[in-house]
């Protein structure tokens, strides 16, 4: 599979369209973005939303990378990865991270972070593949709705 991951630069029908398909397989309980948010994620600089595709084909996943600065020096977070139910296993979401990775690095940021279910074995098995470390922390929610 030779892939293309890219950073959008504009959303168009394609992009939202893809979101409507791929949201409910990254999660139930959120809807997928409108419009005009998937216009804020890609006009912010503290995002950048990746996608990738095989040729013409239709979007097979996506991942944000959200950048902040700190005092400590400038982070790197990496959310909503998803890759379509159709194109797993075949290193969509290798090639989304090592995109993410790069740029991260290519900014300047320290370190990146990201979060994993353990029922997602196999996304786990990927971020260990890729060379993420399991670090020994609490991570906290607080609720605001």
């Known amino acids: 599979m030779s892939l293309d991951v890219t950073a959008v630069e504009v959303v168009d029908d394609e992009l939202v369209l893809a979101f409507e398909r791929l949201t409910p397989q990254l999660s139930s309980s959120n809807p997928p973005p409108t419009r005009e948010e998937l216009e804020e994620i890609v006009g912010s600089p503290a995002t950048v939303l990746f996608v990738a595709r095989e040729g013409d084909s239709p979007i097979l996943g996506s991942l944000t990378l959200a950048l902040f600065r700190i005092p400590t020096g400038l982070r790197a977070w990496i959310e909503d990865v998803v890759v379509d139910e159709s194109a797993r296993g075949k290193g969509v979401g290798a090639a989304l991270n090592e995109a993410a990775i790069d740029h991260a690095r290519s900014v300047g940021a ?22 993420f470390v399991e670090r020994e922390t609490n991570v906290y929610r607080f609720d605001l709705r």
């Open 110 to 131: 320290r370190t990146v972070d990201l979060t994993s279910r353990p029922s997602r074995e196999a996304a786990n098995r990927l971020y260990q593949r890729l060379g």
